[in-house]
């Protein structure tokens, strides 16, 4: 079993839906969880990062944490083309001293057609 | 400004050669990454460095070497050992030890080197 495994894509939703991106991880000591968004060709950028469990909200953007069934989510609202981009799940496996070491998925591909 | 640097934008590689990528930041922060990313993967951690004079390999360390003599800069060897190395080369930082809560583990990702093998 992988470490962070995310929904297999793409993922195609037609503008203005909601899209919805999952992740699961293996270690039930994981502390923090970030969802980055990686362009094409491009380096990721941040979206959010989550710690307890819940939603959070930044926007149009939500993540969703529970920690006992062990994922994360991020849901996008009012998807739009410009959405369209690889998105990656970051999980701080293990905690502890081997804070800021993230272990990243494969990425979920999205595309928001109009 | 302040951010990540990286430099080549891209980069070639005969057989046999030795290359060093560079990572410079301004952000301050104690912690500096490098990944790798290959077509349709996700990041693989090659080393890190949470402070300057010390390094821990990643999970593919193996023909890369690295050093971390200044706060800002944290740059990467691929060496003749590493047979395989076309792929996208992404440095990041974070604050690390000097930040707080989740913040300190937040990182922030330099527009990354293409290395491309002749």
């Known amino acids: 079993q992988k470490e962070v495994e995310q929904n297999s894509g793409p993922l195609s939703v037609p503008e203005g839906a909601i899209a919805s991106l999952n992740c699961t991880y293996s270690?039930?000591?994981?502390?923090?969880f970030f969802w980055y968004r990686q362009y094409s060709g491009k380096s990721p950028e941040l979206i959010m990062f989550i710690y307890s469990n819940g939603d959070k909200e930044d926007g149009r953007f939500t993540a969703q944490l529970n920690k006992a069934s062990q994922y994360v989510s991020l849901l996008i609202r009012d998807s739009q083309p410009s959405d369209s981009a690889t998105y990656l799940c970051?999980?701080?496996?293990?905690?502890?001293?081997?804070?800021?070491?993230?272990?990243f998925g494969q990425g979920t591909i999205l595309t928001v057609h109009p | 400004d302040g951010g990540i640097t990286q430099s080549p934008k891209y980069l070639f590689r005969k057989e046999g050669q030795n290359v060093t990528l560079s990572c410079e930041q301004n952000?301050?922060?104690?912690?500096m990454y490098w990944y790798r990313q290959d077509p349709g993967q996700g990041l693989r951690l090659i080393y890190y460095?949470?402070?300057?004079?010390?390094?821990q390999k990643g999970d593919i360390a193996e023909g890369y070497s690295v050093s971390r003599e200044k706060k800002e800069s944290f740059p990467l060897t691929v060496t003749s050992a590493q047979k395989n190395p076309t792929a996208f080369y992404l440095c990041?930082?974070?604050?690390?030890?000097?930040?707080?809560?989740?913040?300190?583990?937040?990182?922030?990702f330099g527009p990354g080197t293409r290395l491309l093998v002749l």
């Open positions: 460095s949470q402070i300057v004079n010390d390094f």
């Open positions: 270690d039930r000591g994981s502390q923090s």
């Open positions: 990041a930082s974070s604050s690390g030890l000097a930040g707080g809560g989740v913040s300190r583990e937040t990182q922030y």
């Open positions: 970051a999980v701080n496996i293990g905690g502890g001293t081997s804070y800021g070491k993230l272990t």
């Open positions: 952000l301050n922060h104690d912690a």
